[in-house]
T-cell receptor
Framework: QQQVKQSPQSLIVQKGGISIINCAYENTAFDYFPWYQQFPGKGPALLIAIRPDVSEKKEGRFTISFNKSAKQFSLHIMDSQPGDSATYFCAASIYSAAGNKLTFGGGTRVLVKP | EAQVTQNPRYLITVTGKKLTVTCSQNMNHEYMSWYRQDPGLGLRQIYYSMNVEVTDKGDVPEGYKVSRKEKRNFPLILESPSPNQTSLYFC?????????????FGPGTRLTVL
């Protein structure tokens, strides 16, 4: 049972297009929502993150939209570039006595065609 | 260079042969964690450590052991590997167990158990 569901599993977008990845969560106790980017042969790296009291966060071409009532959040990659081709993971975390435990979505493989 | 290192990067072994995957970080981080990555399932936490001599189970701890005798090292031990432990393993660390502390991932260890 995945607590964070991510879709689509893969997507292909033309250079300059918009990539959109969606995630839904179940546990309302999650209080931090990071996105990780992973290139082949590498570990995931933090891309951008949002707290649930904010509806949108933008960093360069990357934007997170957050809908607390729907328990959904999404990543938009504007003006997609071939260098953005990677696997993207959404995640959610709860800070507790057990520390900052990350629960990941299943991942989305993005291919940007030149 | 601040980094998380893992060794070996690739390992093929046979069922039942004990193995250890090492993880080391040079950032003086308190929190360390092990994940396994499987297609469609994202990353799932195996074990984590809040500090030296403090470890606890994550979501999928069965068949794994860890130890944290030094702050920088957090080895993952498979005492009797089985084929269902064939996976891509990542070690991660963060400054503390704080809710928004970024987790830094190692490059991964691809394990095949025959």
């Amino acid at each position: 049972q995945q607590q964070v569901k991510q879709s689509p599993q893969s997507l292909i977008v033309q250079k300059g297009g918009i990539s959109i990845i969606n995630c839904a969560y179940e546990n309302t106790a999650f209080d931090y929502f990071p996105w990780y980017q992973q290139f082949p042969g590498k570990g995931p790296a933090l891309l951008i993150a949002i707290r649930p009291d904010v509806s949108e966060k933008k960093e360069g071409r990357f934007t997170i939209s957050f809908n607390k009532s729907a328990k959904q959040f999404s990543l938009h990659i504007m003006d997609s570039q071939p260098g953005d081709s990677a696997t993207y993971f959404c995640a959610a975390s709860i800070y507790s006595a057990a520390g900052n435990k990350l629960t990941f979505g299943g991942g989305t493989r993005v291919l940007v065609k030149p | 260079e601040a980094q998380v290192t893992q060794n070996p990067r690739y390992l093929i072994t046979v069922t039942g042969k004990k193995l250890t995957v090492t993880c080391s970080q040079n950032m003086n981080h308190e929190y360390m964690s092990w994940y396994r990555q499987d297609p469609g399932l994202g990353l799932r936490q195996i074990y984590y450590s809040m500090n030296v001599e403090v470890t606890d189970k994550g979501d999928v701890p069965e068949g794994y052991k860890v130890s944290r005798k030094e702050k920088r090292n957090f080895p993952l031990i498979l005492e009797s590997p089985s084929p269902n432990q064939t996976s891509l393993y990542f070690c991660a660390s963060s400054l503390s167990a704080g809710g928004t502390d970024t987790q830094y991932f190692g490059p991964g260890t691809r394990l095949t158990v025959l």
